[in-house]
Nanobody
Framework: QVQLVESGGGLVQAGGSLTVSCVVS????????MGWYRQAPGKQRELVAH???????SYADSVKGRFTISRDNAKNTVNLRMNSLKREDTAVYYC??????????YGQGTQVTVSS
């Protein structure tokens, strides 16, 4: 059973920075993609960033240049460093793991609120 536990959300002023982290437990396939999604009130869940087990990254256009995703394969952790935060970044952020067998796992989410 794969479990994902996020931490690090909170309240931050616009222009500030925050890091959300995720610890993944359980058995993972060697090839997997870890990522972060977010869902704002009244909006669909959207992909923010993802990183493959080999370290290739991809970002949503709205966060490019501001957010950085990283992972530690030995510890099965994935982090999202968020700089220059904007009010529109306010959302629940979900950690995600997708593996080569098509399994798709999500954490319970952590709230990030950016105030003006």
């Amino acid at each position: 059973q794969v479990q994902l536990v996020e931490s690090g959300g909170g309240l931050v002023q616009a222009g500030g920075s925050l890091t959300v982290s995720c610890v993944v437990s359980g058995r993972l396939e060697r090839f997997n993609v870890m990522g972060w999604y977010r869902q704002a009130p009244g909006k669909q869940r959207e992909l923010v960033a993802h990183i493959t087990s080999s370290g290739s990254t991809s970002y949503a256009d709205s966060v490019k240049g501001r957010f950085t995703i990283s992972r530690d394969n030995a510890k099965n952790t994935v982090n999202l460093r968020m700089n220059s935060l904007k009010r529109e970044d306010t959302a629940v952020y979900y950690c995600n793991v997708f593996d080569g067998s098509g399994n798709d796992y999500y954490g319970q989410g952590t709230q990030v609120t950016v105030s003006s």
